[in-house]
C-alpha cells in the first residue's frame, strides 16, 4: 500500500514458557509442619509473627517454623532444602 | 525463578503473601515462570511502616485482591486440590517477528506508543534503512548475541542481538558511530530499567579515546542535554533495556513508586585531559588508550556545592550525611574543583578516604531506612563486616556510612563554574544487596 513503511520490531527474544505443575496440596493442615518464610523485607519479621500466632490462636493443630533466607533477593538453596525436607507447605511473605 | 516457583518444584505447596499493588506484576510473573495459577494472596499496602496491631489486621480482614478472608484464602491455597486450570495454557511461545506489519508512519509511531517501546518522547521509527546504517557502525555481525536482560532478579532474562540493539539505537536518535559504546552498554548486563520499587537510574561514564572520536562532550553542559552522543546514547541505553528484557510497564515490570527523570538519559564523557588525576578508567585497571564505558546504578539524588571554599569540610559533611546510605556518592566534580583539592593537596584517593572519615551518623539513623533493613541487614546478622560492626554500635555511636571502595570521583565539566554534584551512584559489584558483583566498566573496541 503507497505511503506504508516497514520497520523493526524493538523487542528482545522472550524464552519458551514451559507449564510447570503445582505441588499436590494437602488434604488438611492438620498435624502438619507449614514453613513461615521471612522473605526479609522490611517489616516482614513483624508480619510473619503476627501469623505465626495467628496459626497458634486459630489453628493450633498446625505446627508452624519461621524460617529466613541468609539475604534477599538472592536464592538460598539451603533454605530451600530445609523447607522441602521437614515442611508440608510454605507461606512466604511479604513480597515476590 | 521465584522462590515459590522453586518451592512449587520442590514438592512443597507455596503461598506467596504480596501487598495488593504488586498483583499484576505477581500474577504476570507466574505467567512467565509457567505457573499461571500459582496461589498468591494479597493484604493491603503498605507493609511497611505498619504496627504489628495493623499487620494483624491485614490477616484478620479481607484479600483486597480477592475480597475475601485472607486467612481463607491462605488455608485454600494449600489444601485445595489442582484442577485442570491449574494446567491449562501454561505452555506457550512468544516470539517477537523481526519485522512488524508495515503501515503508515503515523500509525506505526501511535502503535510504538500504544505498546509502550517508547520513553514517550518522539523517536525515529526504525526502518529497515536506518537499521542497515546504523549495523555499519560496528564490524560485529547481525546476529552475534549480544546478551540478555531482566527487569529484576525474579524475572526470564530475555536475550537480543546486534540486530536488535540497532534498531533501539535507531529510535534514540544515536548515530552509527555511537553504535558500538551502545552494544558495550547493551552487553553489560545491567538494565537501565530496573523495576525496583525505589526508582533506579543508571549513570554511563565514557573514557577514553572514543570520546573525541565520536565527539562526546566533557565541557561546558557535559551532564545534558547539549550534546548528540551523550544525550542519545544514554537514551539508547534506556530504549533498549525496555524493549529487550521484556518490557518496563508500570505495574507489570516496573514499580518504581516515584519514577526517575534521570532514566531519560544520563550518560556522559569525562574531561580526562584537564583532571589533574588519573582517568576513572585508569584507575580500574584498564589503560589510557582503551575506550570504556563504566555504568553506575543509582540517580536517587543529588547534592550542589562549590568550592574548595574556606568551608568546604562542613559543606561535604552536610552533603554525605544528606545521602541515603545504601546508595554511595559519585562525586561528579568540574576541573576547577578537582584541580581546588589537587592544591590543597588532595589524590582522588585521600578525597575518599576523607570522606569516608567524615561521613558518619548514629547507628538509630543509619539501620532506620528500608534499603538498609532489608537488604544490608541480614548481612550484618549473618557477621559480614563492617555491616556487623555498625549493627553493635549503640544507638548514639556515629557509624562511617561508607567505605573507600563504595566512593567514586570523576572530573568532568566547562570549567564555568567551581561546581560539584554527588549523584546517587553505585559501582556495581560493590557492596551486597547489588544485582552484579562483576566490575561494571565494559570495553567499547571489542564491539566496534
Same mark, same amino acid.
Given at each position: 500500500?503507497?505511503?506504508?513503511?516497514?520497520?523493526?520490531?524493538?523487542?528482545?527474544?522472550?524464552?519458551?514458557?514451559?507449564?510447570?505443575?503445582?505441588?499436590?496440596?494437602?488434604?488438611?493442615?492438620?498435624?502438619?509442619?507449614?514453613?513461615?518464610?521471612?522473605?526479609?523485607?522490611?517489616?516482614?519479621?513483624?508480619?510473619?509473627?503476627?501469623?505465626?500466632?495467628?496459626?497458634?490462636?486459630?489453628?493450633?493443630?498446625?505446627?508452624?517454623?519461621?524460617?529466613?533466607?541468609?539475604?534477599?533477593?538472592?536464592?538460598?538453596?539451603?533454605?530451600?532444602?530445609?523447607?522441602?525436607?521437614?515442611?508440608?507447605?510454605?507461606?512466604?511473605?511479604?513480597?515476590? | 525463578?521465584?522462590?515459590?516457583?522453586?518451592?512449587?518444584?520442590?514438592?512443597?505447596?507455596?503461598?506467596?503473601?504480596?501487598?495488593?499493588?504488586?498483583?499484576?506484576?505477581?500474577?504476570?510473573?507466574?505467567?512467565?515462570?509457567?505457573?499461571?495459577?500459582?496461589?498468591?494472596?494479597?493484604?493491603?499496602?503498605?507493609?511497611?511502616?505498619?504496627?504489628?496491631?495493623? @499487620?494483624?489486621?491485614?490477616?484478620?480482614?479481607?484479600?483486597?485482591?480477592?475480597?475475601?478472608?485472607?486467612?481463607?484464602?491462605?488455608?485454600?491455597?494449600?489444601?485445595?486440590?489442582?484442577?485442570?486450570?491449574?494446567?491449562?495454557?501454561?505452555?506457550?511461545?512468544?516470539?517477537?517477528?523481526? @519485522?512488524?506489519?508495515?503501515?503508515?508512519?503515523?500509525?506505526?509511531?501511535?502503535?510504538?506508543?500504544?505498546?509502550?517501546?517508547?520513553?514517550?518522547?518522539?523517536?525515529?521509527?526504525?526502518?529497515?534503512?536506518?537499521?542497515?546504517?546504523?549495523?555499519?557502525?560496528?564490524?560485529?555481525?547481525?546476529?552475534?548475541?549480544?546478551?540478555?536482560?531482566?527487569?529484576?532478579?525474579?524475572?526470564?532474562?530475555?536475550?537480543?542481538?546486534?540486530?536488535?540493539?540497532?534498531?533501539?539505537?535507531?529510535?534514540?536518535?544515536?548515530?552509527?558511530?555511537?553504535?558500538?559504546?551502545? @552494544?558495550?552498554?547493551?552487553?553489560?548486563?545491567?538494565?537501565?530499567?530496573?523495576?525496583?520499587?525505589?526508582?533506579?537510574?543508571?549513570?554511563?561514564?565514557?573514557?577514553?579515546?572514543?570520546?573525541?572520536?565520536?565527539?562526546?562532550?566533557?565541557?561546558?553542559?557535559?551532564?545534558?542535554?547539549?550534546?548528540?552522543?551523550?544525550?542519545?546514547?544514554?537514551?539508547?541505553?534506556?530504549?533498549?533495556?525496555?524493549?529487550?528484557?521484556?518490557?518496563?510497564?508500570?505495574?507489570?515490570?516496573?514499580?518504581?513508586?516515584?519514577?526517575?527523570?534521570?532514566?531519560?538519559?544520563?550518560?556522559?564523557?569525562?574531561?580526562?585531559?584537564?583532571?589533574?588525576?588519573?582517568?576513572?578508567?585508569?584507575?580500574?585497571?584498564?589503560?589510557?588508550?582503551?575506550?570504556?564505558?563504566?555504568?553506575?546504578?543509582?540517580?536517587?539524588?543529588?547534592?550542589?556545592?562549590?568550592?574548595?571554599?574556606?568551608?568546604?569540610?562542613?559543606?561535604?559533611?552536610?552533603?554525605?550525611?544528606?545521602?541515603?546510605?545504601?546508595?554511595?556518592?559519585?562525586?561528579?566534580?568540574?576541573? @576547577?574543583?578537582?584541580?581546588?583539592?589537587?592544591?590543597?593537596?588532595?589524590?582522588?584517593?585521600?578525597?575518599?578516604?576523607?570522606?569516608?572519615?567524615?561521613?558518619?551518623?548514629?547507628?538509630?539513623?543509619?539501620?532506620?531506612?528500608?534499603?538498609?533493613?532489608?537488604?544490608?541487614?541480614?548481612?550484618?546478622?549473618?557477621?559480614?563486616?563492617?555491616?556487623?560492626?555498625?549493627?553493635?554500635?549503640?544507638?548514639?555511636?556515629?557509624?562511617?556510612?561508607?567505605?573507600?571502595?563504595?566512593?567514586?570521583?570523576?572530573?568532568?565539566?566547562?570549567?564555568?563554574?567551581?561546581?560539584?554534584?554527588?549523584?546517587?551512584?553505585?559501582?556495581?559489584?560493590?557492596?551486597?544487596?547489588?544485582?552484579?558483583?562483576?566490575?561494571?566498566?565494559?570495553?567499547?573496541?571489542?564491539?566496534?
Amino acid at each position: 500500500m503507497a505511503g506504508n513503511i516497514a520497520v523493526h520490531d524493538p523487542r528482545g527474544f522472550p524464552p519458551k514458557v514451559v507449564g510447570k505443575r503445582l505441588a499436590p496440596r494437602l488434604d488438611r493442615l492438620d498435624g502438619k509442619i507449614i514453613f513461615l518464610v521471612d522473605c526479609l523485607f522490611d517489616n516482614t519479621d513483624v508480619f510473619i509473627e503476627e501469623m505465626r500466632q495467628w496459626f497458634a490462636v486459630h489453628l493450633p493443630s498446625v505446627t508452624t517454623r519461621v524460617i529466613r533466607p541468609r539475604e534477599s533477593w538472592v536464592d538460598d538453596p539451603e533454605m530451600r532444602a530445609t523447607v522441602a525436607a521437614e515442611g508440608q507447605g510454605a507461606i512466604l511473605g511479604v513480597g515476590l | 525463578m521465584g522462590l515459590a516457583s522453586k518451592l512449587e518444584e520442590a514438592g512443597v505447596p507455596t503461598v506467596p503473601v504480596h501487598s495488593q499493588v504488586f498483583a499484576r506484576l505477581a500474577k504476570a510473573t507466574a505467567l512467565a515462570e509457567g505457573r499461571p495459577t500459582l496461589r498468591n494472596v494479597f493484604v493491603p499496602q503498605p507493609v511497611v511502616g505498619v504496627p504489628a496491631e495493623g @499487620l494483624r489486621g491485614y490477616i484478620e480482614g479481607n484479600d483486597p485482591v480477592a475480597q475475601r478472608p485472607f486467612m481463607q484464602g491462605v488455608i485454600e491455597a494449600l489444601t485445595e486440590p489442582l484442577s485442570d486450570d491449574d494446567f491449562k495454557g501454561a505452555t506457550f511461545e512468544r516470539a517477537t517477528p523481526r @519485522l512488524l506489519e508495515p503501515d503508515t508512519e503515523e500509525n506505526l509511531h501511535e502503535l510504538f506508543i500504544r505498546n509502550r517501546w517508547t520513553d514517550f518522547l518522539p523517536i525515529v521509527l526504525p526502518t529497515e534503512e536506518r537499521v542497515e546504517r546504523m549495523l555499519k557502525g560496528t564490524r560485529q555481525p547481525r546476529d552475534r548475541i549480544v546478551g540478555r536482560l531482566r527487569p529484576t532478579a525474579f524475572r526470564e532474562f530475555w536475550e537480543f542481538n546486534v540486530e536488535k540493539v540497532a534498531v533501539n539505537a535507531v529510535m534514540a536518535g544515536a548515530r552509527p558511530e555511537y553504535f558500538p559504546i551502545i @552494544l558495550a552498554m547493551a552487553s553489560s548486563g545491567i538494565t537501565a530499567r530496573s523495576s525496583s520499587t525505589t526508582s533506579f537510574a543508571t549513570i554511563a561514564i565514557v573514557n577514553g579515546p572514543i570520546r573525541e572520536e565520536i565527539g562526546m562532550n566533557d565541557g561546558t553542559g557535559a551532564l545534558g542535554p547539549y550534546n548528540q552522543a551523550n544525550t542519545t546514547i544514554g537514551r539508547a541505553f534506556g530504549l533498549l533495556s525496555q524493549n529487550l528484557q521484556g518490557g518496563s510497564v508500570p505495574g507489570e515490570t516496573y514499580m518504581g513508586s516515584l519514577g526517575n527523570p534521570l532514566a531519560y538519559t544520563f550518560c556522559f564523557a569525562e574531561a580526562e585531559e584537564r583532571s589533574p588525576w588519573a582517568p576513572f578508567h585508569v584507575d580500574e585497571g584498564f589503560k589510557a588508550t582503551d575506550s570504556t564505558v563504566s555504568i553506575f546504578f543509582g540517580g536517587w539524588y543529588t547534592q550542589s556545592g562549590y568550592g574548595p571554599r574556606e568551608t568546604w569540610q562542613a559543606k561535604f559533611v552536610r552533603c554525605l550525611t544528606a545521602l541515603e546510605q545504601y546508595l554511595p556518592p559519585l562525586i561528579v566534580m568540574d576541573p @576547577l574543583v578537582a584541580h581546588g583539592f589537587a592544591e590543597l593537596g588532595f589524590t582522588k584517593r585521600s578525597l575518599i578516604e576523607w570522606c569516608v572519615e567524615h561521613a558518619k551518623l548514629p547507628a538509630r539513623d543509619y539501620w532506620d531506612d528500608f534499603a538498609m533493613q532489608t537488604l544490608i541487614h541480614p548481612h550484618a546478622v549473618a557477621g559480614i563486616e563492617p555491616y556487623a560492626s555498625r549493627l553493635k554500635a549503640a544507638p548514639d555511636e556515629p557509624v562511617s556510612l561508607f567505605t573507600p571502595d563504595d566512593i567514586n570521583i570523576v572530573v568532568t565539566g566547562g570549567s564555568t563554574q567551581a561546581a560539584f554534584k554527588m549523584f546517587g551512584g553505585r559501582y556495581l559489584g560493590r557492596g551486597p544487596g547489588t544485582p552484579n558483583h562483576g566490575k561494571p566498566t565494559f570495553l567499547i573496541d571489542e564491539w566496534r
